[in-house]
């Protein structure tokens, strides 16, 4: 791990204006805002392109864990402060920080967080106005409901053609969604899906026109917020139980990440990649990432002649 | 629970023209028409809004035991004979009495039905051509196949609106069908879902035009009835097997409703909606139950300020 | 069995060309293209209607693991060289010599058919330009990705309207993918499902208009050969634990498969489908088999009278 870390800071390094791993302690900008005594809207903001660094999911467990004392609370809306993107996948510099993020416990803090999302008491909903990739994407799912706008959003799983097995619980929960064959095509083949896919597949709850999201999500979380917290915390509940991926699973899940960390596929694409983002520039890249993806493969192959 | 029971009856026992608890036995009339040695019709009437009643549960028991003791009975249709409604939900002036309702070996009587459903000997089919809400609508989830109606029917669960939890299976039942996120919408938000949603997430088989729908039963039924009953019993039964909740869970969900008789949000709301069914009426308010739902708990709110 | 075997050759014998039982050794074509070092095209051909015989078993059986030993090969595409057909159902005459096929540790050979495509280090893509119909159907859903021809894929479970069960793993897969109620009526109805249809309850992974189905799965297995094999396999490894069934599940239903070999409904039916396909001729039969299902069952009900 220790290699594959000085070459993805070779590589990713400049394009994030990283100068060494051990000085950067990337920080992304979390708000949370009161919209009344039992909803909350927590903001997401890294920008340019919205990466997940390590402080994203300590600051969101934080407040998933805080949220969850308010007996007040009965609905919390995720949305995007970054034009473009909802959570976008992990900083490709970062994953040796990642590994090392544990709970008090041992616990891998990117399982717990997870878990805390599927046990909070109070119903959360993703507001996805932009593309949401990778572990970002795989956060998307745990959320209870997930609203798509249909103009923008865009969702995308990279890390099979990178090289990685995405662990962080996505392979746990769309095949529960969409079907084993459907989930295989958006894991494997690394495709753009757009809002219109992602909902006949199943793997977003709805999709509304963008101009209508923010009043349908709003008017939904005023709606439950007159409901009953425990009316509301049991159904959720009872539905996990039934159809929500165990821990264990999960953590089984993101043991995969972590030994895939070390795969040679991954360190091969690893300097493709990075050329390809200092050459293409990153936002263009990010934003037709089911493509470059496929580019930087043909790179490999043809590399491999 | 003996609170609970005065509460219901005090506001809700005016609406339905009931003067005391222990004095009423409310009943619903079910109908089975012999088609032909192969096929029954099973018509439910309760108006004017289908509510089912303890004697619905114990008389429709009794009505799949019986049917599926006769070795010729291959397809059993479940319609309606009160217009603008399936099975409705549960009579909210009995759930005294529905918890009262055990098997002779001390079962749930409503778990005990399901699971004969689920076991029965036969295929069975909802013909749905109006609302069919609650534990109508879980009672819906049970049948083998169901058809809707485009124009007519609609889907609701208005239980945790009301500050209950629905155990009456749905909640074991919808998330296989059409994965935990929609599922929790449905359950959580208590909204109308018409046919043609109902239909594109999988909480039906399918919709056909209302003028369809019984040509369409019909001679799905009659397709069936000539086919080997070993057969077709064997399909269902496998089919069970791999996808339908063992009893197990749904007595799990079954307790969950019992114990969520005593929660105090369904205690606040009691009046609340017993008020308002005065006040709208009846009809209007069931016709109207997304929104009428809604509405009340906007009055829990206020009241609380 | 024996008695069976008899009926089927009579009535079926002549329907194939063939004479005694003893003598057949039914042949069908499987041919294994090298695309690319990483993709391989399997065609199969049994003309005039595709019937899966018992070699076509053990055949594609011997290639999988061929191709499971080849560390380069990462996708395999499965299309039929016969016009109208892809996989069909099992020969009709051979049911006793399915029975029959084992592996050397006694497993059903079917069984391990399917276990190997299910754990073979390679995505399989199913190219559907026909019908696909009983056994062959069940072939079709182990493939990993299904990719229908908007006009000519057909999907067919004859099985239950013959008088049969469907023990080929089809019963455990499907209702996973679309739901209990659909998967009852795909396998209970024996109706032809066209490919809007299919797509749309979610038995497809996709369809395709047919001028570009070719183009589609080409660039898609083009795609998938240039990226990392060990992370193709393990994505593939860890969407089939937690969504396909067990080998103990799949060994179950073909155990009910070969009870129902013996069922009195299968020698009730078997003459008159017989006579059926002398009359109406094999190939419009099969083409229409959803309806002539349908015609047979009803000259079993009348000869009943």
Do not use: C
């Amino acid at each position: 791990m220790k290699n594959l870390q000085v070459l993805l800071v070779l590589f990713f390094g400049s394009v994030f204006n990283i100068n060494s791993y051990a000085q950067t302690t990337p920080k992304s900008t979390i708000s949370v805002e009161k919209v009344s005594a039992e909803i909350r809207k927590v903001k997401f903001a890294n920008p340019p392109i919205n990466v997940i660094v390590p402080e994203t999911i300590s600051s969101l467990n934080e407040i998933i864990k805080d949220l969850s004392k308010d007996s007040t609370v009965k609905v919390v809306i995720f949305s995007s402060d970054v034009k473009g993107y909802f959570f976008n996948h992990f900083d490709l510099t970062q994953f040796a920080n990642f590994a090392a993020q544990r709970t008090a416990d041992g616990k891998p803090m990117w399982v717990d967080l997870i878990t805390n999302i599927h046990s909070a008491p109070f119903i959360t909903i993703a507001s996805i106005k932009g593309r949401t990739q990778g572990g970002g994407d795989e956060l998307t799912m745990a959320f209870d409901l997930r609203y798509a706008s249909k103009e923008l959003a865009v969702f995308e799983q990279p890390e099979v053609g990178v090289g990685l097995f995405p662990g962080g619980g996505g392979t746990n929960m769309l095949p529960r969604l969409i079907g084993k064959d459907r989930a295989l095509e958006v894991f494997a083949t690394g495709n753009d899906y757009d809002a219109t896919i992602a909902e006949k597949y199943g793997m977003v709850t709805r999709t509304l026109p963008n101009a209508e999201l923010d009043s349908f999500v709003n008017k939904l979380a005023n709606r439950l917020a007159t409901f009953d917290k425990t009316a509301l915390l049991t159904i959720k509940q009872q539905l996990n139980l039934v159809a929500a991926p165990s821990e264990a699973e999960r953590l089984a899940s993101y043991a995969e990440f972590l030994k895939s960390l070390s795969w040679p596929g991954l360190q091969l694409r690893v300097p493709i990649f990075g050329a390809m983002y200092g050459k293409i520039g990153v936002e263009k890249l990010e934003q037709n990432m089911g493509f470059y993806l496929g580019e930087g493969n043909k790179q490999v192959q043809q590399q491999k002649k």
